[in-house]
């Protein structure tokens, strides 16, 4: 009896545990004659939401769907017909056990939205009003100064023209020959060397002003206010800017604490915690991170097991990512000429759904190294090296784990590759 008993108080314990809301979202779409949107949970991969895309159809300009959800976090509506035009703006809400309603216009007047429906949508709404009223006017400024420079030809720097004109003479689908051009300028751009000192003066500083006193109010709100809107805002920040700039990794480590011992079990959670490691972690002196995946062919392979005492570059990459693949390609012959000297490569491959796709590339491309799969994020790769938005990374380690260089050039490989193998 009493083991019936505790039986049941666990089924109805579990039961709570995992118990789904429910919302209903429905609206009007004005002027446009959009069929259908797509409605996606904002902490889902890109790749993997495109496999299997939820629709919502419009008929007759009015759209009315209902689905369940666990976990409360921000959602996103993004119109078909734009994502198919690669040149879609997404509409973010927040799900509540009930119904949000939507006034959607066209793309170009999608200030006039409205989303009403649940306190959460509320809150995003406020604070997205105080931001515009606070940033936007000076914003706008500095655009139209960027604007009148770009009209004169004054916005770029001579190198930066330069590497423009080079790249107008290669044929737009020779990504061997692009790839390189785009490389350098890259690292142009990481200095800022890609502007002109007089669109440094005139609109860089400035706008690198802005932006700090804008992130600057932005985490005030997030520490003055923890909810599930600040905790997605820090959420998209790291995901979308914290790699590439330290001053928000700094005000990231500052307020996330607060918002793991509130939300210690939430999604954005783990996957901030991931990206702070990943970022912290990849880094030239650091160790790389040892995975454990599913090899091409369907062997359960560690990866510490494969490059120990190797020189070794670890190259994670998609079939579905060009840029990965032409840097790929041009490891190819350095790979051919060091693999027998204690060179090591290993793919890890971003997939969606199955195998086929990479092996079709693999093929193609003879890539003939070693590739490991990461099939539909399951392992979380990509998050645990602080790239989860990124489309691809390469890390060459040394014999004992230690990474001599992230997303090495051709030269500097085999600049490395002289000095520890030869």
Request: aromatic share 12%.
């Amino acid at each position: 009896m009493k083991r019936t008993t505790l039986t049941i108080l666990f089924q109805l314990l579990m039961i709570n545990l995992f118990a789904q809301n429910q919302c209903v979202i429905k609206g009007e779409v004005i002027g446009r004659d959009s069929q259908v949107l797509l409605l996606r949970k904002c902490s889902e991969g890109f790749e993997s939401f495109l496999n299997k895309p939820t629709k919502v159809s419009i008929k007759k300009g009015k759209f009315d769907y209902k689905f369940q959800y666990i976990e409360t976090e921000a959602y996103e509506l993004i119109f078909e017909d734009e994502l198919e035009k690669d040149g879609w703006s997404a509409i973010q809400f927040f799900p509540t056990n009930g119904v949000v309603e939507f006034k959607l216009h066209p793309q170009n007047e999608q200030e006039k939205n409205t989303i009403k429906g649940g306190e959460l949508n509320a809150e995003f709404q406020t604070y997205r009003a105080s931001n515009k009223n606070l940033f936007d006017n000076r914003r706008k400024q500095l655009f139209e100064i960027e604007n009148d420079l770009m009209k004169k030809d004054e916005l770029d720097s001579p190198p930066y023209k330069e590497l423009r004109r080079q790249l107008r003479n290669i044929n737009s689908n020779d990504q061997q020959g692009r790839f390189p051009i785009h490389q350098k300028m890259l690292e142009l751009k990481k200095t800022n060397s890609h502007f002109s000192d007089k669109a440094k003066q005139l609109f860089v500083t400035p706008y690198d002003s802005l932006l700090k006193a804008e992130f600057d109010w932005k985490y005030a709100y997030i520490k003055n206010n923890p909810s599930i809107v600040s905790f997605y805002l820090i959420w998209y920040d790291v995901e979308m800017q914290m790699k590439n700039n330290s001053y928000i990794e700094q005000l990231v480590t500052n307020v996330f604490p607060i918002y793991k011992e509130k939300y210690p079990k939430h999604t954005y959670t783990k996957m901030i915690e991931k990206q702070v490691v990943g970022i912290k972690t990849i880094a030239v002196g650091r160790k790389y991170i040892d995975v454990r995946l599913p090899s091409v062919a369907g062997d359960t392979i560690q990866l510490s097991n494969v490059i120990q005492n190797h020189i070794a570059l670890i190259d994670l990459w998609g079939s579905w990512c060009g840029p990965c693949i032409v840097k790929s390609r041009l490891v190819v012959p350095i790979y051919a000429q060091y693999k027998d000297k204690g060179f090591k490569v290993v793919g890890i491959a971003r997939e969606f759904k199955n195998t086929d796709a990479v092996k079709r590339r693999i093929s193609k491309e003879q890539f003939a190294w070693l590739n490991l799969v990461e099939l539909d994020d399951k392992q979380n790769v990509w998050n645990t090296y602080g790239i989860s938005n990124g489309t691809g990374l390469m890390i060459l380690v040394d014999k004992d784990g230690t990474i001599l260089s992230v997303d090495p050039k051709p030269e500097e490989l085999v600049k490395i590759l002289k000095e520890k193998l030869n």
